[in-house]
């Protein structure tokens, strides 16, 4: 039974080790993609900035989890059986693209409004947003953008074979989520230090304004691309 299981482990090392450049290149492909500042990005981004550390990482851990659904749906090979549905993929583009134009709206609006005394005390006295609902804004950021199945499903089909064990499978996976987690918290912590938040209310209306028109940008283009 042993030398049964000891030889299936020999197996699974040898089909990685076989195919470690392609792994290798799922990985790249991950990790640019994630570094990429793409509507989730921005969310981590403004969230740290704006309300802090706390609220960075949850926003951060809001938008893993959404890469981690995905992630998993490519793995057991849900993501392909929702390419052929192609209601279902519209209902989420037009969703996603939807939440991020209200994104845009708030960040647009916050940017119009004046620098005064009042307004920046009335900011800071408003009630933080949880932690629970920051965290479930970052999921719905991620969960609502059909590019990311696409993303998943080309990493899979990049870093495994047809029939990979599941060693493979899990080594190609769990690096790309590790390599997310690093990338998703790094961002939040960066961007809550001290010099980022005074940076931010030196500049706040531009960063708003910038971050709104990013933010629009990526809505319109999620309702009006090709899926």
């Not at 929702?82 to 709206?105: D, F, S």
Request: glycine content about 8%.
């Amino acid at each position: 039974m042993l030398r049964l299981s000891h030889r299936g482990e020999l197996r699974a090392m040898s089909e990685i080790a076989q195919h470690l450049p392609q792994v290798v290149a799922a990985y790249l492909v991950y990790l640019v993609a994630v570094m990429s500042p793409g509507p989730a990005v921005m969310a981590i981004v403004s969230t740290s900035i704006a309300e802090g550390r706390r609220s960075g990482l949850a926003m951060a851990a809001g938008v893993f989890a959404g890469s981690f659904t995905w992630a998993m749906a490519a793995s057991i090979g849900l993501a392909t059986v929702l390419t052929h549905y192609a209601g279902v993929l519209h209902a989420v583009k037009i969703a996603g693209g939807l939440y991020l134009l209200y994104l845009a709206y708030k960040a647009l609006r916050s940017a119009s409004r004046p620098d005064s005394a009042r307004h920046l005390a009335a900011v800071e006295a408003a009630p933080a947003r949880s932690l629970k609902r920051t965290f479930l804004l970052g999921y719905a950021i991620h969960l609502t953008n059909p590019k990311a199945i696409f993303a998943w499903v080309a990493i899979i089909s990049l870093g495994l074979p047809d029939g990979a064990s599941a060693q493979a499978v899990a080594l190609v996976v769990g690096g790309c989520l590790l390599t997310g987690l690093t990338v998703f918290t790094s961002y939040a912590v960066l961007f809550s230090t001290g010099p980022a938040f005074r940076a931010y209310r030196a500049a706040r209306r531009g960063i708003d304004a910038t971050m709104g028109v990013l933010f629009a940008a990526a809505g319109i283009k999620l309702l009006t691309s090709r899926i």
